[in-house]
């Protein structure tokens, strides 16, 4: 399970074993034997970190899920809740303990606090007169969780909206923690560099907290050469723009269309399966149950094809399915007793590589089934032409190409200070809203803001079409300045676009040359800063940092003497990027991209405080009032 | 070394020591005379009033200092969690911090005020710190607990005239009762009774009880006779302990106990002028050189002098027994056996050999851990810790922990003790007053960096330890007013940073409910309001918890914009719709304010809509409430209501794009295909013709499909045809207008059932427009 994760250049299982070993004495610090009760948002990041098999060791017996009313009935010694510091939880808890039974065997109740204790929670849990049942309250402090090799979320789903909204600058502060565990464990990064509000308060909480600890300095030869702290609001356009990779896809296929996604897995519909259930592993599973597949480098296929733009999958799964029959037939070929010994032994890891192929082609197929493969992309002069490459129209994947169409003509620029009549149309069928926040969002950041009488018409639309409530998500998208009035008369995304190279015209996406192929022409602004960092340096782009909103800094950390890393020829640089406000799977592919460039001499390990896409980002700035 | 027993002075069994604590940093200009002293137990400050007040800590560092401008006071004492308690003589009794900040004040009561104090005594019980007062007209007025006021005026006391001989209260079975002599007579009065006793055995020839003296722990009493006798005996006059004649016939200045805690010898002092007497079995006479002041301790006897500080006390047994000379205990015979290893003497391995074999190595270690806890000098403290070490090599099995845990005692007993803090804590009064008690009195005088740095070293779990301190650091400076959040860092300087980085994020949080509860509302929000980051914080809570407050909040800071978004959000929670209605006519006037003129209007119209689909609701029995515009008109269009929709589509301003779609589509929806082709000619329509095209495939009508295509323009054409499955008309369209794209997406839509002249049409036609 935790192999993949010390693959990478950094060893992030180190990480991962400290997050372990801190859960095993929590769990042995209440004897006997015990049951979960668990948050359910928490079962994820969990999972990452302990299977069933460490908890079962250290006597769990039981797993619950968190909710109302009784406990199910569990011959344990002990209860333990795992929970995030939220209010309505400790109304459940409180519920739970209150119902217990006690006359029929007594337990003893426990909290685990996830990633820190509350104040206010305990006084709620004492307001409702639970508190005095409780043994044992304690925090896990679970900041940064490995996903992948290279790869480090803390899954704080509101930090955007926290810090840009409600500035609540909790989760800045987790962050800075974290920050902090990571340099203890794989030493302390001599440079930080950072853009925008979040990131100078970020480095200035992680360079204070290193003063604080100045007694007690690690020994530890630094893996990181620097930090990159990134503002998610510097780069807005980024998270708006429809995703093309084939993990993005996937992802974003598995919660729309199933509604189901296990941060690292995902479920598929049985039945897109039952063909090749005789050949893949016989599983576990129930044919009824849908089927659960590992998202993560640990899975070898998926690890090579996850990062391509989703025009290019079909080429590579293909290459793929030959090279496994190939090896196949080497069997005939087999003569001698060695050969067919040798044969045999690799017969394992060939079948799971056919298993693996054959899921991805499903996986492939079902995405197909959504967007009808219409991506044949062709250049021409300069101009995009779409073909349709469609045996009967299908009106689904003509409004997939319509919306690329409209997102790629605000990128570069087209018509954006005019009402598009393509979101007009769509108001007026009543497409999904979110679909409609993110096109005006993104008409507005490509035109650094819309003019009043634009912007009102557009507001106007929405609430009639929609209804009058979303006036609240509305003032919430002004307030993040995701849409906002156009203030000056000058618009500087272009100057933007142009400097940084935002729009590539020939972007190839079977075999790509710049990270634009992961938006099919589109390089996200977060990229591109990074790789201007790397080389030649932001002091050749100063004026366009200055467009962007917060400050650019750049800050040095003493390293104790004889650390001071001597690099070997063309040894490369390890950069530690941290998204404060989430990231998306296309600028995580791009820096896989970057890293991957063999002359690019810069290796990237991403951090952020949750994994997101345009739709689960927009809609947690979404506010509905509820009805009574 | 050699020295250690030369301050021992024997008594009886045990021997008493005199160890300097401090000399003092006060410059006092008559040392302690004519001054009126007040000094708190377990190290605590030191108070004096006269005609300046000042506060000092142990060891004399000033702490606070301001002339006295109210009433005389005439008694000083400390309360348990070390506020300044001066009581004047009407009763009045005012409570200042330890920093000299007033704090508040209450009145012992009208009896007291008419009748005037005659003396008053300070006392602590387990209900806290309570007062007790004998007034002019020989009545006892008591309150057990100053936090919790309740006065208790005593029964008279038959015969008493003036002030009693001498008195004391006392704490017996969860009472608090008065002990008073007057003359030869002995009282005690509780609540409801005043009932006369005699201690046994009292010595005859006494006439008067002059002095009297309770425990600590209430547990023993002492009284001095005019005739120099001291009775030592229970506090419950039981039993008798002693007597000693001490042969001084003047009443004494001041009494105290002086017992260790499971000690069998009862002991006192007595102070005089220039006399101190320490009396248990036998007696002991220490002379001294300045006026002095005695404090009552758990295990010993503090004694503030104007230059010194020093604690008399019973040496403990583990230090006897090491330090005893020519003692043979094993501790001691342990630590010689250290000296001689630290020599490199081959006398080391005999002594350990007869410690060894007598087997009493694991009790020399514990003696030598032990008598270190008691002793003051960090360098004994060492040599019995090291030679405790040593023992503990030969030992195995030998559980580690209590070495540990005393080394750690002592590490932070020494810090504390540290003449800049001033805390002159013995071990045994740690063990009983708690890490976090400790930690408690560190804040209360503000000396954060050091109470972190203690929780970090014990490793006191965050929440209790550092999270606590940092919380009431950051009230201390919420409360004196300082910008906190965002003007911190220039008055933070060198070691408190330490605390300002952690404190502005999720301490900020509980520090605003801490204030929220111990502030009233009016300053709190003032407070707020120059903290943009803790407002927000705020804001937050109250979101989840105290919707009303947030409204009040926008309200003091003029927030209209926010205010609207409140009401708007406070509309959705109400059933009746006059009452939504009102709360959204509040949230209009507060749009108004802000200057947005759009959610103004936009709130103005919805307020329009919800009329008019009540009246709706009413007239026609629709359920329209609470629809959106868009879903109104598609309601009203499916239910042939066509006058009123063109009523609101006017009324709204819809455009007409979208009233065109809307209605085709409803049209559509409900098969009304005459109704549709009359709404098509009716006007040029905004949207073009294709969408009638796919709406109608869309209900699966290519026949009504069909009517349209010829309406649509030339760019839509091939669509259109596309859409109705006519793909030679498509094949038609895309060559007249000689376009690559759309003959290759006609091309794409061919099956090898096509016709084939038409392909070759079409693959010709793609050639020369790709030739262009």
């Known amino acids: 399970m935790s192999a993949h994760l010390s693959y990478g250049r950094v060893n992030l299982n180190i990480l991962r074993e400290a997050a372990r070993k801190e859960l095993r004495e929590f769990l042995d610090k209440c004897a006997g034997s015990k049951a979960i009760v668990w948050d359910e948002y928490l079962t994820g990041p969990f999972g990452l970190i302990a299977q069933y098999s ?111 909204l409600e500035s609540d600058q909790t989760s800045l502060y987790h962050t800075a923690k974290g920050l902090m565990t990571l340099q203890a464990l794989y030493g302390t990064i001599p440079q930080i560099f950072g853009k925008g509000e979040c990131a100078r308060h970020v480095a200035n909480m992680m360079l204070r907290m290193k003063r604080e600890f100045a007694g007690s300095q690690t020994q530890i030869l630094p893996v990181f050469d620097s930090l990159l702290l990134l503002d998610r609001n510097i780069d807005l356009l980024t998270p708006l723009a429809t995703q093309l990779t084939y993990e993005d896809n996937l992802r974003g296929l598995c919660r729309f269309v199933y509604g189901v996604l296990d941060l690292c897995y995902v479920k598929l519909p049985p039945e897109k399966f039952a063909a090749q259930k005789k050949q893949v592993e016989v599983g576990k599973d129930l044919p009824t149950e849908p089927k659960k597949m590992q998202l993560n480098s640990a899975e070898e296929l998926y690890a090579e094809i996850r990062d391509k733009n989703f025009n290019a999958i079909g080429a590579a799964l293909s290459k793929k399915a030959k090279i496994i029959s190939a090896a196949f037939e080497e069997r005939h070929n087999a003569k001698t007793v060695g050969e067919i010994k040798q044969f045999v032994s690799q017969l394992p890891h060939m079948q799971a590589a056919r298993s693996s192929l054959a899921n991805h082609t499903s996986i492939a197929e079902l995405i197909k089934d959504i967007t009808k493969r219409l991506l044949l992309i062709l250049v021409d002069r300069g101009k995009w032409i779409f073909s349709l490459f469609l045996s009967h129209s299908d009106s689904a994947s003509e409004a997939f190409f319509d919306n690329l169409t409209v997102e790629q003509e605000f990128m570069t620029g087209v018509d954006t200070d005019k009402v598009n009549t393509y979101i007009e149309d769509c108001i007026a069928q009543k497409d999904p809203l979110i679909k409609i926040l993110r096109l005006v969002c993104m008409q507005s950041v490509c035109n650094n803001g819309l003019k009043q009488k634009i912007l009102d018409y557009y507001k106007r639309e929405i609430l009639q079409t929609y209804g009058y409530e979303h006036m609240l998500t509305l003032n919430n998208l002004e307030k993040t300045g995701l849409l906002k009035p156009q203030t000056s008369t000058r618009n500087n995304y272009p100057t933007i676009r142009k400097t940084l190279k935002l729009w590539m ?118 506010d509905r009032p509820e009805a009574p | 070394m050699a020295f250690i027993t030369a301050n021992w002075n024997p008594l009886g069994e045990a021997f008493y020591r005199k160890i300097e604590l401090y000399e003092m940093g006060w410059s006092l200009r008559d040392g302690l005379k004519d001054c009126l002293v007040a000094a708190a137990p377990y190290g605590g400050p030191i108070g004096d009033a006269r005609p300046q007040l000042e506060i000092y800590s142990s060891s004399g560092t000033n702490m606070a200092s301001f002339p006295w401008k109210s009433g005389p006071v005439r008694q000083l004492g400390w309360t348990v969690c070390d506020d300044l308690l001066c009581i004047q003589e009407d009763g009045t009794v005012l409570i200042y911090d330890l920093f000299g900040a007033f704090k508040r004040h209450f009145s012992m009561g009208n009896e007291v005020v008419q009748n005037q104090m005659l003396e008053a005594k300070v006392f602590h019980s387990p209900y806290g710190t309570g007062v007790a007062i004998v007034t002019g007209a020989s009545r006892f007025t008591l309150a057990t607990n100053i936090d919790d006021l309740k006065l208790r005026r005593l029964p008279e006391v038959p015969g008493l005239q003036g002030a009693p001989s001498c008195w004391a209260v006392l704490t017996q079975d969860r009472q608090t009762k008065v002990l008073l002599a007057n003359g030869a007579d002995l009282y005690i009065l509780d609540n409801t009774s005043c009932t006369p006793v005699t201690p046994p055995g009292l010595s005859p020839q006494a006439c008067s009880i002059v002095n009297m003296a309770v425990s600590f722990s209430y547990k023993y009493l002492a009284l001095f006779t005019d005739s120099g006798h001291l009775w030592m005996g229970s506090a419950n006059l039981k039993d008798k302990l002693s007597e000693v004649d001490t042969k001084v016939r003047t009443p004494p200045k001041q009494m105290v106990w002086c017992r260790r805690p499971k000690s069998q010898q009862p002991s006192v002092v007595i102070m005089w002028d220039r006399l101190l007497l320490v009396a248990g079995e036998r007696q002991h006479k220490y002379t001294l050189d300045e006026e002095s002041v005695c404090v009552a301790e758990l295990d010993g006897v503090r004694i503030v002098g104007g230059s010194r500080h020093e604690l008399l006390q019973e040496v403990p047994s583990a230090c006897q027994d090491i330090f005893k000379i020519a003692s043979m205990a094993p501790g001691a015979l342990l630590l010689e056996a250290h000296k001689e290893y630290d020599k490199s003497s081959q006398k080391a391995d005999e002594y350990l050999r007869e410690i060894k074999e007598q087997s009493v190595l694991g009790e020399a270690v514990r003696q030598c851990v032990e008598a270190a806890g008691y002793e003051h000098e960090p360098e004994t403290q060492k040599t019995l810790l090291r030679a405790a070490s040593f023992g503990k090599c030969f030992l195995s099995n030998y559980p580690p922990e209590p070495f540990v845990s005393m080394c750690r005692d002592l590490k932070v007993l020494n810090a504390v003790r540290d003449y800049t803090v001033g805390i002159p804590l013995t071990h045994t009064q740690y063990k009983q007053m708690t890490v976090q008690v400790l930690i408690d009195r560190l804040v209360y005088r503000k000396l954060y960096p050091l109470a972190i740095e203690i929780c970090r070293y014990l490793k006191t779990p965050e929440y209790q330890g550092v999270s606590r301190v940092l919380k009431h650091w950051a009230c201390a400076f919420c409360q004196t007013g300082v910008n906190f959040l965002d003007d911190m860092g220039p008055i933070m300087s060198g070691e408190n940073q330490t605390l300002h980085s952690t404190v502005r994020t999720s301490y900020q949080r509980s520090m605003v409910t801490y204030l929220k509860n111990e502030m009233n509302r009016g300053d709190f929000f003032m407070t707020l309001r120059n903290q943009p980051v803790a407002l927000s914080l705020y804001r937050q809570f109250c979101k989840h918890q105290e919707q009303d407050t947030l409204k009040d909040l926008f309200n003091q800071d003029d927030d209209h914009q926010e205010l609207g978004n409140f009401y708007v959000k406070a509309s959705y929670k109400e059933k009746k719709l006059e009452a939504r209605l009102s709360l959204l006519q509040s949230a209009v006037d507060e749009y108004n304010k802000a200057k947005n003129e759009f959610a103004a209007k936009a709130t103005e119209e919805e307020m329009k809509l919800l009329r008019f689909q009540r009246r709706l609701d009413e007239e026609k029995g629709e359920a329209l409430l609470g629809l959106s515009l868009q879903e109104t008109l598609h309601a009203l269009l499916t239910s042939n209501f066509h006058k009123q929709a063109e009523q609101l589509y006017r009324d709204f301003r819809v455009p007409d794009k979208r009233y065109w779609w809307l209605k085709l589509t409803a049209l559509a929806e409900k098969d009304d295909w005459e109704e549709m082709e009359k709404f098509a000619k009716s006007k040029k329509s905004p949207i073009g013709y294709l969408p009638f095209v796919e709406v109608c495939v869309k209900q699966h009508n290519k026949y009504e499909a069909k009517k349209y295509v010829s309406k649509v323009t030339p760019e839509q054409k091939v669509k259109a045809h596309l859409a109705i499955g006519d793909l030679e008309g498509a094949a038609e369209a895309a060559i007249d207008r000689r376009s690559e794209g759309e003959i290759s997406t006609v091309l794409s839509r061919c099956s090898p059932t096509t016709d084939r002249a038409l392909l070759e049409r079409l693959n010709r036609a793609r050639s020369t427009a790709s030739k262009k």
Not at chain 1, 560 to 587: D, I, M, S, W
Request: a negative charge; proline letters at 5%.
């Open chain 1, 505 to 622: 015209e020939d972007a190839n996406e079977q075999n790509p040359n710049d990270i634009s192929y992961v938006y099919s022409g589109y390089a996200p602004l977060s990229i591109r800063l990074t790789q201007v960092l790397a080389r030649p340096g932001w002091r050749s782009i100063e004026e366009v940092l200055k467009m962007l909103p917060g400050p650019h800094f750049e800050e040095r950390q003493q390293l104790p003497a004889g650390l001071h890393k001597k690099r070997q020829q063309g040894e490369n640089r390890t950069t530690l990027v941290f998204f404060l406000g989430g990231v998306t799977y296309a600028e995580i592919a791009a820096l896989r991209f970057l890293s991957q460039m063999e002359d690019g001499g810069t290796e990237y390990i991403i951090a952020t405080t949750k994994l997101i896409n345009g739709t689960s980002w927009i809609k947690s700035l979404m």
């Open chain 1, 54 to 164: 460490l908890l079962k060791e250290h006597e769990v017996e039981k797993m619950f899920t968190l909710k109302g009313g009784r406990l199910p009935a569990a011959d344990v010694k002990n209860i333990i809740f795992f929970v995030r510091p939220r209010l309505e939880l400790m109304d459940i808890i409180a519920e739970n303990v209150i119902s217990e039974d006690k006359m029929h065997s007594p337990r003893d109740f426990h909290i685990l606090f996830v990633p820190r204790r509350s104040m206010l929670c305990e006084q709620r849990l004492k307001e409702q007169g639970v508190l005095g049942s409780l043994i044992n309250i304690d925090e896990y402090i679970l900041d940064l969780i490995p996903y992948d090799g290279d790869l480090l979320s803390m899954e704080s789903e509101g930090a955007f909206r926290e810090c840009y």
